[in-house]
Every structure is written in structure tokens, then in C-alpha cells.
């Protein structure tokens, strides 16, 4: 289970970073992926990360403007977004899965475990 924190309504420019704390399992073989879905969109990957190693994956869309980490003691994987932009609006989530190489981490399907949402709401 992971619970998805840090949303909320922030200027357009402004930065935000969001939280995931995994618990209730060991996810250390998995990667964590955060996604996000806007208003009547279907949810797409923005980044995802190894909870081993040092591998990460970024969404052409975000590349430059959102960086993705962990933190392995204390269990939480953190998205950093800058320069937000309206179109950034969404609920974000974050996810535990077994994607076996770098173009299938943005494939929901490979996630198995999807923690609850967090509102993002950037005003221009």
C-alpha cells in the first residue's frame, strides 16, 4: 500500500514535491512509478524509479521539469516538479510494479499495487 502526499494548489512557475510512502509489503526488486490523470484524460506515466539501483524513466512530457527519487530508510519515493503548468493539473498516483525494461514502465498495466491519489491544481 502507498499513500500519495503533497498535492495541492499551487501558481503556475511555483514548485511542488510530492510523497509516496510504501508499506504493508517490501517492494525492493520493484519499480515505483508515479502516474497522473487530469480531468477526462486517461492516466499516463510521468516517471518512474528502481527502489535498487539507480535506474529511472522519464515521460518525454516531463523531462527537464520532474525529477524523481528515493529515500530506501524511509520507505518514500518523492516526485520534485518545477515550473508547474496548468496542463500539470491532475490527481497524481503513485504505483509498485515489475515492468522488465525501460519503455514498459509506462505501461499501467505492468503496476500492481496503486496507492490513493493527490490532487495537483495549478492556477495560471
Known amino acids: 500500500v502507498q499513500l500519495a502526499s503533497g498535492g495541492g494548489l499551487v501558481q503556475a512557475g511555483e514548485s511542488l514535491r510530492l510523497s509516496c510512502a510504501a508499506s504493508?509489503?517490501?517492494?525492493?526488486?520493484?519499480?515505483m512509478g508515479w502516474f497522473r490523470q487530469a480531468p477526462g484524460k486517461e492516466r499516463e506515466f510521468v516517471a518512474g524509479i528502481r527502489w535498487s539501483g539507480i535506474s529511472t524513466y522519464y515521460a518525454d512530457s516531463v523531462k527537464g521539469r520532474f525529477t524523481i527519487s528515493r529515500d530506501n530508510f524511509k520507505n518514500t519515493v518523492y516526485l520534485q516538479i518545477g515550473s508547474l503548468k496548468p496542463e500539470d493539473t491532475a490527481v497524481y498516483y503513485c504505483a509498485a510494479g515489475l515492468p522488465p525494461y525501460g519503455s514498459t514502465w509506462l505501461e499501467r498495466s505492468r503496476y500492481d499495487y496503486w496507492g490513493q491519489g493527490t490532487q495537483v491544481t495549478v492556477s495560471s
Open positions: 504493508g509489503r517490501t517492494f525492493s526488486s520493484y519499480v
